[in-house]
C-alpha cells in the first residue's frame, strides 16, 4: 500500500516543499511519483502514469525489477560500502561480467555519468603523454553536446546556459559540428589525443548522425591512433535496439563509457569500459572514488546486465521501438514537424514548444518530458509491449491532433 504522511498527501504540498527547501535547477512537471512498476508509476495521490522518460534511460529494465531488487536488498544486509581500500566479492565478478559484456578487458567503475567522462578524459590525456608525450592535450568533441556537468565538462559544451557563470574552464577542447567529418579532419593535430561523442545526441534532442559518421570518427582516430570514447551513458544498453549505439554502424570505439542504466534504476552506477594498454595508464593513487564500485553497485550492475540477456532487451527494444515509430507516423498532427529514432530512444520534433504537450499528455497518464524546448523524447522502459504502445499511442494521437490553444 501507498504509506502516507499526515499533512504532506497532496501534490500541492510537496510542489511547495521543493519549492521552499529545494534549489530551482530543474523545472519539474507537477506530478509527485511514490512507486513504480515495470512501465508504470503511480503518484502519491494514487494516479497511475506510464513512464516515457524512464528516468532519462535509467529504467530501461523497468522500475524496481525483481532480480535487481533482489541482489540489492541482499548485499545491503551483508556490507554496503567497503571502499576500494579492501576488496569485496561482488567487484571483480562485476568487471569481469562487464568486460565480457563489452568485449573488453578492463573494467573502471565510477557512480555517475560525469564521473565516468571525466575518467575517459583523464585515461586519455595521460595516455596520451606516455604513449606519445603528448604535453598539451586536445581532446574533440561535438557540438550540442551533453556530457554531464562538471565545470571541465560544461566547459566544452556549446549550451550558454550550462556554462554562464561557471568559469573559468579547463582548456584542452575542440568543437566541431556533429556530422561533420572534414570539420573533424581539420581538427585533428600532433596535440590530439581522443574524440568524445555521443553515438546519438540525447539531450541535445534525440539528433542521429548522417549514415557512417560513426564509421568515420572510428577511421579517423584508428589513422591518426588517437582514442575513440563512445558516451553510451543514454544510448547504451539496449536503448537504440541494439547493445550499444555504435553496433549500428558495427564501430567499436576504445573506450565505452557506460552509466544509467547500468545500475538497473535503482544505484548510480558509471563505468568506463576498454583494453589495458589504455586503462592501464591509471597506478594505485591516480584516480578513484569513494563509492565506485562499492558492493551494492556491482550487485545491481550485475543483475541488471544479466536481466538485459535473459529479457532479450535489445531485440525487444528494436521491435517494440520500431512499432511505435510506424505507429507516431501514423499520427496526422498539425505540429509534429519530425519524427526520428533508434529503437526505443524517440524524438518528436514539433513546431512549437513542447512543454504544453508534455503536461497535457500527463493529464492523459503519460510522463514525458520535453528536451530542447520543440521535442518530445519518447524513451519508455525497454519491458513495454505493443499493448502499451497502443494504450499509449490512443493518448498521444489525442493529444497531438486536438488544437491546444
Ligand atoms: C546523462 C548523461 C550524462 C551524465 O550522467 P550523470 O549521471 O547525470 O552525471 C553524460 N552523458 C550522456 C550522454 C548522458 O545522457
Redesign the pocket.
Known amino acids: 500500500m501507498i504509506k502516507r504522511t499526515y499533512g504532506y498527501d497532496t501534490t500541492e504540498s510537496h510542489v511547495h516543499l521543493n519549492n521552499v527547501y529545494g534549489v530551482n535547477n530543474y523545472k519539474p512537471l507537477p506530478v509527485v511519483i511514490k512507486k513504480g512498476k515495470g512501465v508504470w508509476v503511480w503518484d502519491i495521490e494514487g494516479n497511475k502514469y506510464l513512464d516515457f522518460l524512464s528516468a532519462?534511460?535509467c529504467q530501461n529494465l523497468g522500475y524496481c525489477h525483481p532480480k535487481v531488487v533482489k541482489a540489492v536488498v541482499e548485499q545491503a544486509k551483508l556490507c554496503g560500502n567497503v571502499s576500494r581500500a579492501f576488496l569485496h566479492d561482488e567487484q571483480g565478478l562485476f568487471m569481469k561480467e562487464l568486460a565480457n559484456f563489452c568485449g573488453k578487458d578492463a573494467v573502471l567503475p565510477m557512480n555517475?555519468?560525469?564521473?565516468a567522462?571525466e575518467t575517459a578524459i583523464k585515461a586519455a590525456r595521460k595516455w596520451g603523454l606516455k604513449t606519445k608525450g603528448i604535453t598539451e592535450p586536445e581532446i574533440i568533441v561535438f557540438a550540442n553536446n551533453?556530457?554531464?556537468?562538471t565545470t571541465t565538462i560544461v566547459g566544452f559544451s556549446t549550451e550558454e546556459h550550462y556554462r554562464e557563470g561557471f568559469g573559468p574552464f579547463t582548456p584542452g577542447f575542440k568543437i566541431v559540428p556533429f556530422g561533420d567529418l572534414s570539420a573533424l579532419l581539420c581538427a585533428v593535430t600532433k596535440n590530439t589525443v581522443a574524440v568524445l561523442l555521443?553515438p546519438i545526441q540525447?539531450?541535445a534532442g534525440i539528433i542521429i548522425p548522417p549514415n557512417g559518421f560513426l564509421k568515420q570518427i572510428r577511421g579517423v582516430c584508428s589513422t591518426h591512433a588517437i582514442l575513440m570514447m563512445a558516451?553510451?551513458?543514454?544510448?547504451g544498453l539496449g536503448r537504440t535496439g541494439k547493445l550499444f549505439a555504435c553496433d549500428h554502424e558495427g564501430v567499436v570505439p576504445d573506450l565505452y563509457?557506460i552509466?544509467?542504466a547500468l545500475g538497473g534504476g535503482l544505484i548510480?552506477v558509471?563505468a568506463v569500459v576498454g583494453n589495458r594498454n589504455i586503462l592501464d595508464v591509471f597506478d594505485p593513487g591516480s584516480h578513484g572514488s569513494t563509492f565506485g564500485g562499492y558492493s551494492l553497485a556491482c550487485a545491481a550492475g550485475r543483475a541488471a546486465l544479466s536481466v538485459i540477456v535473459e529479457e532479450d532487451l535489445c531485440e525487444k527494444s528494436a521491435e517494440v521501438g520500431e512499432y511505435f515509430m510506424t505507429k507516431l507516423r501514423e499520427i496526422n498532427s498539425p505540429f509534429v514537424k519530425e519524427i526520428r529514432g533508434k529503437g526505443l530512444m524517440i524524438g518528436v520534433e514539433l513546431n512549437t514548444k513542447a512543454r504544453p504537450f508534455c503536461e497535457a499528455l500527463m493529464k492523459e497518464g503519460l510522463l514525458c518530458k520535453e528536451t530542447h524546448d520543440m521535442v518530445i523524447r519518447f524513451a519508455p522502459p525497454l519491458v513495454i509491449t505493443k499493448k502499451q504502445i497502443d494504450w499509449a499511442v490512443k493518448r498521444i494521437k489525442k493529444v497531438l491532433e486536438v488544437k491546444l490553444f
Request: hydrophobic share 20%; aromatic share 8%.
Open positions: 532519462y534511460s555517475t555519468g560525469a564521473e567522462v551533453f556530457h554531464g556537468r555521443e540525447g539531450e558516451d553510451e551513458i543514454q544510448t563509457i552509466g544509467k548510480p558509471s
